[in-house]
């Protein structure tokens, strides 16, 4: 008997955007892979997508600099 998990090699499950040609809002760096799928928007754009690096830098929670 095995288990089998939901997701193969125990990684996180990751979409390829890398055909969307989105860049971080960030630093300009081509994100290929997200966590999640984003939406385009009615602007055209996906938002504020941020690369894993960015995604890493920015605080985790609380210690919003904004502005
Ligand atoms: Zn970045």
Same mark, same amino acid.
């Given at each position: 008997m095995s288990f089998d998990k939901p997701? /193969? /090699? @125990?990684q996180r499950q990751v979409h390829?955007? !890398? !055909?969307? @040609?989105i860049v971080c809002a960030n630093c300009g760096t081509a994100v290929a892979e997200l966590p999640f799928m984003p939406t385009k928007r009615m602007d055209g754009t996906y938002g504020k997508i941020f690369c894993r690096e960015c995604n890493r830098n &920015?605080?985790? &929670? /609380?210690?919003f600099r904004n502005q």
């Open positions: 997701f /193969g /090699g @125990g390829d955007v !890398s !055909s969307l @040609g &920015r605080a985790p &929670r /609380g210690n």
